[in-house]
């Protein structure tokens, strides 16, 4: 690439990038790509000039590759352009939305470089990295002793029983299957450790912390609840999570926003109640558990009961006389109990009486700073929650105000044909170091994918038995044309329940339905030849079905977000409903409609029918634009027997045996 260079060693930072991408990494047989390459220029370049890119990364780029490479030359030659967050050993944090692609960095990223680099003399010694996660994901060695102590010689299901056991070797609860939530709260180490507890700086936990505090580890590696947990602690002048860092990257960072809305509010439920009530009683207050219990068994039933509606839980909190009452009871309660209980237990049993309170005088209150929202939990009880109305202010003032460089990367960062609803969402409106680039995506879409968007489709009311009968006639037609090997994406679970009893017995190719969370029922659908998966939620993204697993993949709908009590607050924020539609309705359509597609070509050889259920989309509809402009340029076809004829083209003989 051609670039202006500030000094020599600028120059030798690039050319050493080149050379690793051009030379050692082809070497090794990893496959590289000329996007990959520009877009680790454009990441190398925010990191020593201080910036904060925006780096939308399409399929198949290999953005962890270019950052990691970035930050390697970054450490190295950061001393010499005279930036201040660059000239130490402190370390890069690396934040995801994901425990895989966390353990992937660690695991099998971080390693192959460093051996890389080691090999070609770039670097002296190995790169050391470390995930750093939250208490609750870890054991408390005290905890988990009472725990098995309270259960021996009872009755309980012997997948959880082992589970529990298997704690005694295994401190990091992510890595044991079949633990109970229960458990899982029960055993992990407390927010406030016990002065007096025996354990404090032996347990495995000190252990681990002290691990992760060495300085030789240059990467931490972390979810977005613990970057921003660690930004809460600084503001308030706590003791930081992390070791301080030079540079941040966040990848999957089109997730930040919504963790921050989770981290930054309050909440609680029933389940909450519960735990406190079962450390009361480890503390021998038994009275005040069974006061506990009983009063807010009552509260939340009452506000459950004032909320519901026909189709179910009102997601709105509204103050009705009844809610008042017991809310006001709740709070009082809570305080009595907080006074009476004053050296009889642990100070941190008593800190969570006070968080219970804070949240009950909030919903007392007005909700000026916060939207005051339900949520429905597993017991069909409640979870009172309060978000604030100024999340992108706090990114703002906890992280990009500190100065450091960062990365925000993913595939769906662009909206449209810009980084407006990113830059809002993030806080990053009036930050004057953002540059933004965009690594479009080396496959070949005109190619391999036909854009199906069918004009033929009869208006229906929306949600009725006609609307699921007429689609489930155009999936029929759909899947036999592509001969099975289909994902169909819904955003209703409702909707694609109807379509599949429909379906069911009537087409001849395995189905399966995934609900929430159904990792093994999509383990399944990749085992099987020719199968046809419904599917909703999560599966919209993060989900990889490479080769010919999915040829056709079906969207039902436009991907609009359900409304909601924190959209109706940024509703308000806006001139006009024309302008909330604008900027934030339909670019947020615009990038969940990107992760969608996202699941159709998967490698460089796949061939695949994208197809849009939805007469918004279609040639003349109110979104085709809007449609067209948030995917790649493909073939298009209006008709069925153009994806026939695609398909024949497409697949060998063997793919239909």
Not at 244 to 264: N, W
Not at 510 to 523: D, F, G, L, T
Request: proline letters at 4%; glycine letters at 6%; a neutral charge.
């Amino acid at each position: 690439m051609e670039m202006n260079y500030r000094n020599q060693y600028q120059r030798k930072a690039y050319q050493e990038l080149d050379l690793v991408f051009l030379k050692l990494l082809p070497q090794a047989g990893l496959s590289v790509r000329k996007e990959q390459i520009k877009l680790s220029h454009q990441m190398l370049e925010a990191l020593l000039e201080g910036k904060i890119a925006l780096c939308d990364a399409g399929v198949g780029i290999g953005k962890t590759y270019a950052y990691l490479v970035a930050c390697v030359l970054m450490r190295k030659y950061a001393g010499t352009m005279g930036n201040r967050w660059l000239c130490d050993k402190r370390p890069v944090v690396i934040s995801t939305s994901s425990i895989a692609l966390q353990e992937a960095i660690i695991q099998e990223y971080i390693p192959f470089l460093s051996e890389i680099f080691q090999e070609a003399g770039l670097i002296s010694s190995p790169l050391k990295a470390v995930v750093r996660k939250g208490k609750e994901h870890f054991v408390c060695d005290s905890r988990l002793e009472t725990r098995i102590e309270a259960i021996r010689g009872k009755v309980k299901n012997e997948a959880q029983k082992k589970a529990l056991f298997s704690l005694k070797h295994i401190y990091d609860m992510d890595e044991v299957p079949n633990l109970s939530p229960f458990d899982r709260r029960l055993v992990s180490v407390p927010k406030f450790c016990p002065r007096e507890c025996p354990g404090k700086t032996s347990c495995r936990y000190q252990v681990y912390l002290k691990q992760a505090r060495d300085t030789d580890n240059f990467f931490q590696i972390c979810n977005h609840n613990y970057l921003l947990a660690d930004s809460y602690h600084r503001e308030k002048g706590y003791k930081p999570l992390l070791a301080d860092y030079r540079a941040l990257i966040v990848d999957e960072a089109h997730k930040l926003p919504e963790t921050a809305r989770q981290m930054y509010g309050k909440s609680l439920c029933y389940e909450d109640i519960l735990e406190i009530c079962y450390f009361l009683e480890r503390e021998y207050q038994g009275e005040a558990a069974k006061q506990l219990r009983g009063i807010f068994q009552n509260l939340f039933y009452v506000i459950s009961e004032n909320h519901m509606t026909e189709h179910g839980l009102a997601t709105a909190f509204h103050m009705t006389e009844e809610c008042s009452l017991v809310i006001e009871e709740g709070k009082n309660t809570l305080e009595s109990l907080e006074k009476k209980l004053r050296g009889l237990v642990p100070g941190w049993i008593r800190n969570q009486l006070e968080e219970a309170m804070e949240i009950l005088s909030i919903f007392s209150g007005n909700g000026k700073h916060d939207i005051l929202h339900l949520e429905k939990e597993r017991e069909k009880l409640p979870k009172l929650c309060a978000t604030s109305r100024k999340i992108p202010d706090l990114l703002s003032e906890m992280l990009w105000s500190r100065g450091f460089p960062a990365i925000l990367t993913s595939g769906t960062l662009k909206a449209g044909k810009g980084f407006s609803r990113t830059r809002q969402e993030n806080g990053l409106e009036k930050e004057s170091r953002v540059m933004e680039y965009v690594a479009e995506s080396p496959f070949a879409y005109e190619k391999n994918c036909l854009l199906y968007l069918p004009q033929t489709l009869k208006r229906t009311r929306h949600g009725s038995q006609e609307e699921a009968a007429v689609l489930a006639e155009h999936i029929q037609r759909l899947i036999c044309s592509t001969y099975g090997h289909t994902l169909v994406l819904f955003t209703s679970y409702s909707l694609m329940g109807n379509v599949y009893q429909i379906l069911r017995d009537n087409l001849p190719f395995p189905m399966i339905e995934v609900w929430r969370n159904a990792q093994e029922e999509i383990m399944r659908f990749k085992t099987l030849e020719n199968a046809v998966l419904f599917a909703a939620g999560s599966c919209w993204e993060g989900v990889d079905f490479p080769g010919d697993m999915v040829s056709s993949l079906i969207i039902v709908r436009l991907p609009f977000a359900v409304p909601d009590p924190l959209r109706e607050a940024e509703r308000e924020q806006y001139d006009s409903l024309e302008d909330y539609i604008h900027d934030s309705i339909v670019p947020d359509m615009q990038k969940r409609l990107r992760q969608g597609f996202g699941r159709a070509l998967r490698t460089e050889c796949d061939t695949c029918v994208v197809s849009i259920l939805d007469r918004r989309a279609a040639a003349g509809g109110r979104y085709h634009e809007e449609v067209l402009c948030a995917l790649p340029v493909c073939q298009m076809a209006e008709t069925m027997e153009d994806v026939e004829d695609f398909i024949r083209r497409q697949k060998p003989e063997e793919y239909y045996m």
